[in-house]
């Protein structure tokens, strides 16, 4: 039959499902024209929506695809007037909840997370919105590879209205015949079931190689027998998703947050990037993470080259730093990871990714501790602190509280070219230097051949108002760091909470530098302003911060990640940042690289190198 014109679902009330195993499952009898109640314990993996909030909150049905991913209709979360498709990617323009694994909606059943992203289809009424935190005990559905066709029966599930109730409390299900497949839609008409307000984005099921899948999402319908309506058309609409499972796949895999880190991972004198990516959860329940290399070409920077990927590396448990733990001359990459806990307590582990000139080995494990060591205590950085050639990893350590206050550590991870040793407890101070309040960053900052670590401090207000901030530096002799001796302190306001800390030497003086880049907040008409301070080391302290760029456009502080390197083997250090510069149509993330190039004497406004989106 040909599909009509039918009125849009615009629904109000909601629906959860649940994993089926084997054949499509109904509880008996029926309870209304809709369909029958769904069993406890059926289609979990069924999703009701609430989006927005009070008098004008209205209601969904979505299908768990992904830990972390539900699809469902546009049409839940377009504004009224506007078109069902396509939508604005992002977060929703109203709060939305998911509730999980509820087949009855009064009890506590399964999970409520909050939808944090939509990613839409342009040509059909279909969204992925993804969820704050993965919903990893939820099997997720499977999604059909064929077409529906004529004649064909699909189970339809809701949490919309029914024969006798505006607002029902258990998702139901009902029966329906499929009469034609169009490019992008299936019509269907009712055969024991109706499709009301509510069951908008709910999923129409098929069985296939005795599996329950996931065929269509239910868009338009007469709302024949429907609480409310006197209308007696049966047919309905639905969205086809048998076509669109690569974009479905494409959509799980985005990349989520990054972390980075510089090197000259190649080693041909020129410093290159790396991004560490969250590829989010698995539909097994592991965790993906990706790695990603940013060749310097002199000029600019290569294409980036994905150089490892895992389904069992988890990107929130990991914390990123560089260098040449080998002394083979090409800079490698290290994980400081949290391995959970044991019998004595937490565990953590390092893990070493070994360049190999043209990309890195898999993760190593080249230290872990039985316990006692807490992965959320730590704060990672890399140098070489008792020169030999090799760098060596140190953490700035939560030592917790004494009596004469907060007790702050440093610990050195001394490579051994092929791993590390156990760490060694490097300073520590009896009280009063809080490590919540420091950032932490490695540089040769008085020229010795060793690397020392500096700490950007928060010293909170002064009794005028003003934001006080101090910079602190631990020299390292070779074997220990001496007691940290304050080298500057801000006589303005200066905000810790608005600083991102790198080093480099930015004069070619053979001294490392320390920069900033700096959150000058946001004006009436929306633009972001930075600006990027660079503190140049005398050898034994550090200048007064000097404002070497600061942004006319809108430059956005929080989408930035500053490194620093020789990028262009002149002797003189860079600033790189990778920004996140927004959202593609399709949902992927899309990041530029800046580098803002030293001079010797100031540094250059950033140019952009590089922009475009990794998988």
Not at 345 to 360: E, I, K, P, Q, R
Request: negative net charge.
């Amino acid at each position: 039959m040909p599909l009509r014109p039918l009125r849009r679902v615009r629904v109000i009330a909601g629906l959860t499902a649940a994993t089926a195993v084997g054949a499509l499952t109904l509880s008996s009898p029926a309870q209304a024209i809709v369909g029958d109640a769904v069993a406890d314990g059926t289609y979990t993996f069924t999703a009701k929506l609430d989006i927005g909030e009070g008098e004008a909150k209205r209601s969904c049905t979505g299908s768990l695809v992904d830990a972390q991913w539900i699809l469902t209709a546009s049409s839940c979360f377009a504004a009224a007037g506007r078109p069902a498709y396509p939508i604005p990617t992002g977060a929703p323009a109203l709060k939305t909840t998911a509730t999980i694994g509820r087949a009855d909606l009064t009890g506590t059943g399964g999970k409520v997370v909050q939808v944090t992203e939509l990613v839409p289809r342009a040509d059909r009424d279909l969204v992925m919105a993804k969820l704050a935190q993965p919903v990893t005990d939820i099997a997720p559905v499977l999604l059909s590879d064929s077409a529906p066709v004529a004649g064909e029966s699909l189970r339809a599930l809701g949490y919309g209205r029914t024969a006798t109730s505006w607002v029902p409390d258990r998702l139901h299900a009902g029966s329906f015949s499929v009469g034609a497949t169009g490019a992008t839609t299936v019509a269907v008409t009712r055969d024991g079931g109706s499709i009301c307000k509510g069951d908008a984005g709910g999923p129409a099921l098929r069985e296939q190689d005795g599996k329950v899948r996931l065929a269509a999402v239910h868009s338009a319908s007469w709302q024949a027998g429907c609480f409310g309506s006197d209308e007696t058309r049966g047919d309905a609409v639905e969205t086809r998703t048998d076509d669109i499972v690569d974009w479905v796949t494409q959509v799980r895999g985005l990349p989520g947050e990054s972390q980075v880190a510089s090197g000259d991972f190649n080693g041909d004198g020129r410093e290159d990037i790396a991004a560490f990516y969250d590829n989010g959860p698995s539909t097994e329940g592991g965790n993906r993470s990706s790695l990603f290399a940013f060749y310097s070409t002199g000029t600019g920077f290569a294409e980036p080259k994905r150089v490892w990927s895992s389904g069992g590396f988890t990107w929130g448990k990991s914390r990123l730093t560089a260098g040449d733990f080998t002394g083979d001359g090409k800079d490698d990459l290290a994980v400081l990871y949290d391995s959970g806990a044991s019998d004595t307590g937490a565990v953590t582990s390092l893990y070493t990714f070994a360049s190999t000139g043209t990309g890195f080995s898999s993760p190593k494990k080249t230290w872990t501790t039985p316990g006692g060591f807490t992965w959320s205590k730590s704060k990672v950085t890399s140098g070489d602190y008792n020169g030999d050639g090799k760098d060596d990893v140190a953490v700035f350590y939560d030592g917790g509280t004494s009596d004469t206050g907060q007790v702050s550590s440093l610990y050195t991870f001394t490579s051994t070219g092929t791993g590390f040793a156990n760490p060694r407890k490097t300073w520590t101070t009896p009280g009063g230097f809080t490590w919540a309040a420091g950032q932490v960053t490695s540089g040769d900052y008085n020229k010795d051949g060793k690397d020392d670590i500096a700490v950007l401090y928060n010293g909170a207000k002064s009794a005028d108002g003003k934001f006080v901030s101090s910079l602190y530096t631990f020299n390292s002799d070779g074997t220990t760091f001496d007691n940290p001796r304050k080298t500057w302190t801000s006589s303005g306001s200066f905000n810790w909470n608005a600083t991102k800390l790198t080093s480099g030497d930015y004069s070619g003086d053979g001294r490392d530098d320390v920069a900033v880049l700096y959150n000058r907040g946001t004006t009436e008409a929306g633009v972001h302003q930075s600006a990027l301070f660079t503190f140049a080391s005398t050898g034994t302290d550090f200048a007064a911060p000097r404002e070497a760029w600061a942004s006319t456009g809108s430059f956005n502080w929080n989408a930035s990640q500053p490194v620093s390197g020789d990028f262009d083997k002149d002797g003189k250090a860079d600033v790189g940042v990778l920004y996140r510069t927004g959202t593609s149509e399709d949902g992927r993330r899309i990041d530029s690289l800046f580098t803002f190039t030293s001079t010797g004497t100031g540094i250059n406004a950033p140019v952009k190198r590089w922009t475009g989106g990794v998988v």
